[in-house]
T-cell receptor
Framework: GESVGLHLPTLSVQEGDNSIINCAYSNSASDYFIWYKQESGKGPQFIIDIRSNMDKRQGQRVTVLLNKTVKHLSLQIAATQPGDSAVYFCAENKGAAGNKLTFGGGTRVLVKP | EPEVTQTPSHQVTQMGQEVILRCVPISNHLYFYWYRQILGQKVEFLVSFYNNEISEKSEIFDDQFSVERPDGSNFTLKIRSTKLEDSAMYFC???????????FGAGTRLSVL
């Protein structure tokens, strides 16, 4: 999801369920994508990344899917835990990897016990 | 685990005053960045820095902004004459030569009164 101003889309999920967070990116030339997690009062924390030559990448409890045809990125969190409550941002990198990141608007995930 | 550290965590200043935000990137990293996040909005790129010079900057990074790496460990962002609209969270990030992941600090909250 994308946000406008103060209105972050919010995903409420029951503890133990899986979460799916979506992100649309704008630049077809982007070749590197990252998901960051931001907890209140903290900086963005790296979760997982994927390059444009891949469709899927798995980490510990997280999976990122990339659909270049529709310029869509998703983050799946398995067995969501209370500690997963945060705002999640996707970011894209245009051109050489490691250059400036362009962030999406963020999605707030609230995990209900 | 190595981390990017930023000081101060909160800076309050009067409009028109100069501020310097400080960052200590991860020690073996070579690429440095500043981003900002106005309350409730996206994280926005300001500037990237490599080999003692700016490699890219955004429209936000006008003549009032400057960056410096005064020694082997610090990376600073200076705003010469702060405006009310400079109030935001400022994040420093760094990345190493081999990896593409940008690691972020916890941020400095700048409040311009």
């Amino acid at each position: 999801g994308e946000s406008v101003g103060l209105h972050l889309p919010t995903l409420s999920v029951q503890e133990g369920d899986n979460s799916i967070i979506n992100c649309a990116y704008s630049n077809s030339a982007s070749d590197y994508f990252i998901w960051y997690k931001q907890e209140s009062g903290k900086g963005p924390q790296f979760i997982i990344d994927i390059r444009s030559n891949m469709d899927k990448r798995q980490g510990q409890r997280v999976t990122v899917l990339l659909n270049k045809t529709v310029k869509h990125l998703s983050l799946q969190i398995a067995a969501t835990q209370p500690g997963d409550s945060a705002v999640y941002f996707c970011a894209e990198n245009k051109g050489a990897a490691g250059n400036k990141l362009t962030f999406g608007g963020g999605t707030r995930v609230l995990v209900k016990p | 685990e190595p981390e990017v550290t930023q000081t101060p965590s909160h800076q309050v200043t009067q409009m028109g005053q100069e501020v310097i935000l400080r960052c200590v990137p991860i020690s073996n990293h070579l690429y440095f960045y500043w981003y900002r996040q106005i309350l409730g909005q996206k994280v926005e790129f300001l500037v990237s820095f490599y080999n003692n010079e700016i490699s890219e900057k955004s429209e936000i990074f006008d003549d009032q902004f400057s960056v410096e790496r005064p020694d082997g460990s610090n990376f600073t962002l200076k705003i010469r004459s702060t405006k009310l609209e400079d109030s935001a969270m400022y994040f420093c990030a760094s990345r190493g030569r081999q990896g593409s992941i940008q690691y972020f600090g916890a941020g400095t909250r700048l409040s311009v009164l």
